[in-house]
């Protein structure tokens, strides 16, 4: 499946996940939020619960964090902006899902997701898309310039480590997911 979309996906592990039968009260903790269980993904990171853990803690510590900072929606752009340069189809459609509701900025997102990381968009979502797509760039391409046009756009510090954050969890987590499995349409 190569199509972007905001429709929702299934995912199919090249590697056999864990059986919800397998999970111990560890694997559970892990999972930080026991709905989990059903996604195949966190059944085969369930593997490694130490892993799963620092990274279920990372991933809600930057997207639900509301001690200031970037709003909701524009984290989630953010992961959906590095989602779509590395070419995650799952990650981009979860996450533009996000930025769309919460921004109440559907088309925007569509067109992010139809044409790309170099698609029009306005001024802060530019600034935001740059940033991401740079921090995803091997090596990372972030620089001044970047940092410029975020704070011109009305980035504070903090809404910019948000940014940063959001992209470069996003970068590693789309390689991790890109190399364990493969989006499906969800009723396969």
């Known amino acids: 499946m190569s199509g972007f979309t905001l429709e929702r996906l299934g995912w199919a592990p090249w590697l056999e996940p864990l059986s919800a039968e397998e999970l111990t009260d560890e694997h559970h903790e892990a999972l930080v939020d026991r709905a989990r269980a059903a996604s195949p993904y966190f059944l085969l990171l369930a593997r490694d619960p130490h892993v799963l853990q620092a990274r279920t803690h990372t991933d809600n510590d ?37 930025a769309a509701h919460y921004a109440k900025r559907p088309d925007d997102v569509r067109r992010l ?35 410029e046009a975020l704070r011109a756009a009305g980035l504070d510090d903090l809404a910019i480590s948000d940014v940063i954050h959001a992209a470069a969890f996003f970068n590693w987590a789309n390689r991790l997911m890109l190399s364990l499995g493969e989006p499906v349409k969800e009723d396969q």
């Not at 200031?68 to 984290?75: C, H, I, M």
């Not at 790309?116 to 306005?122: K, S, T």
């Not at 898309?129 to 090596?139: E, H, K, Q, R």
């Open 113 to 147: 997701l139809d044409e790309g990381v170099q698609a029009p968009q306005d001024g802060r979502w530019r600034a935001i898309i740059d940033a991401s797509v740079a921090v995803a760039a091997t090596p990372s391409e972030l620089g001044a310039a970047h940092v």
């Open 62 to 98: 930057i997207f639900h964090n509301t001690d200031g900072g970037l709003p909701r929606a524009e984290r989630e752009l953010a992961a959906t902006a590095t989602s779509r340069r590395n070419g995650c189809v799952f990650c981009a459609s979860v996450h533009a899902r996000f």
